[in-house]
């Protein structure tokens, strides 16, 4: 597991995922050219209220690579 901190509407926040998911992360990031903190940013606003942070960025992953399956 790694941490990535991250600022968000003027306070730091982290959240912990695999590897795996970060390079992931850091992939879906490049290809939208968007910062990586509006993107978590999106997400966390987005997010359920009973979620945390780090499980709504997997889920978010999760469906990105879902949409570009389906888009090939």
């Not at 003027?10 to 959240?15: P, V």
């Given at each position: 597991m790694k941490k990535i901190?991250?600022?968000?509407?003027?306070?730091?926040?982290?959240?912990t995922l695999e590897p795996e998911f970060i390079d992931?992360?850091?992939a879906l990031v490049a290809r939208d050219g968007r910062p990586l903190a509006q993107i978590i940013s999106e997400i966390d606003?987005?997010?359920?209220?009973?979620?945390?942070?780090?499980?709504?960025?997997?889920?978010?992953?999760l469906n990105q690579?879902?949409?570009?399956?389906?888009?090939n």
């Open positions: 901190s991250i600022s968000l509407s003027g306070h730091q926040t982290s959240i992931a992360l850091h606003n987005n997010r359920p209220a009973n979620t945390n942070l780090s499980s709504a960025v997997r889920v978010w992953i690579m879902i949409l570009r399956i389906a888009q």
